[in-house]
């Protein structure tokens, strides 16, 4: 059974970091694009990341260049997103999702709030 | 970036009715679209993909059309379960995008 389980998120305050978790099981992660999609509270998806399988290619979506940095790590099956400098309008539920077009697997979510 | 917009933002249904949702890209997307299900405090769940073929395991019921900037989603027959926000997506550029959704309730 494919499983995507996301960690790490948290309350942190404005201008703060979090480094957010997704552990891939039940298929072969080294074989797939990975994304962050996130939804804040009420809102709509928004797309914020992905990858390629070997990671040499990232994207970002604008509001987040040069403050997020995605990475993956194959061996231990895992997705990672570096948040610095938060905003509150980063307040959300991320999520990862395999795939680079169709995201069939989707994560359960973990919640960043940045709050002071 | 592509803006995707969807209509209605939110609808009334019932029990068996046809319902059409649509939703338009701000640039021609060719078939790079794809529809999501999302219930109260769960993950999207893919529907249809390349603007019209039916995920493995979804129900006929539901049905997707479109290409170039104009894309329809439908429910041929509601089902109690199917009430829940809809979502479309481009893929054709980056960043991909969704439409803000469509909130479907009784």
């Known amino acids: 059974e494919v499983q995507l389980v996301e960690s790490g998120g948290g309350l942190v305050q404005p201008g703060g970091s979090l480094r957010l978790s997704c552990a891939a099981s039940?298929?072969?992660?080294?074989?797939?694009?990975i994304a962050w999609v996130r939804q804040a509270p009420g809102k709509g998806l928004e797309w914020v990341a992905n990858?390629?399988?070997?990671?040499?290619?990232?994207y970002y979506v604008d509001s987040v260049r040069g403050r997020f940095t995605i990475s993956r790590d194959n061996a231990k099956k895992s997705l990672y997103l570096q948040m610095n400098s938060l905003r509150a309008d980063d307040t959300a539920l991320y999520y990862c999702?395999?795939?680079?077009?169709?995201?069939?697997?989707w994560g359960q979510g973990t919640l960043v709030t940045v709050s002071s | 970036d592509i803006q995707m917009t969807q209509s209605p933002s939110s609808l009334s249904a019932s029990v068996g009715d046809r319902v059409t949702i649509t939703c338009q890209a701000s640039?021609?997307?060719?078939?790079?679209l794809n529809w999501y299900q999302q219930k109260p405090g769960k993950a999207p769940k893919l529907l249809i993909y390349?603007?019209?073929n039916l995920e493995t395991g979804v129900p006929s019921r539901f049905s997707g059309s479109g290409s170039g900037t104009d894309f329809n989603f439908t429910i041929s027959s509601l089902q109690p379960e199917d009430f829940a926000a809809y979502h479309c997506?481009?893929?054709?550029?980056?960043?991909?995008?969704f439409g803000p959704g469509t909130k479907m309730d009784f």
């Open positions: 999702a395999r795939g680079r077009g169709a995201h069939r697997y």
């Open positions: 039940g298929f072969t992660f080294s074989s797939y694009w």
């Open positions: 990858m390629n399988q070997d990671g040499s290619e990232r």
């Open positions: 640039h021609d997307i060719s078939n790079y």
């Open positions: 390349d603007a019209s």
């Open positions: 997506q481009q893929y054709h550029s980056v960043p991909p995008t």
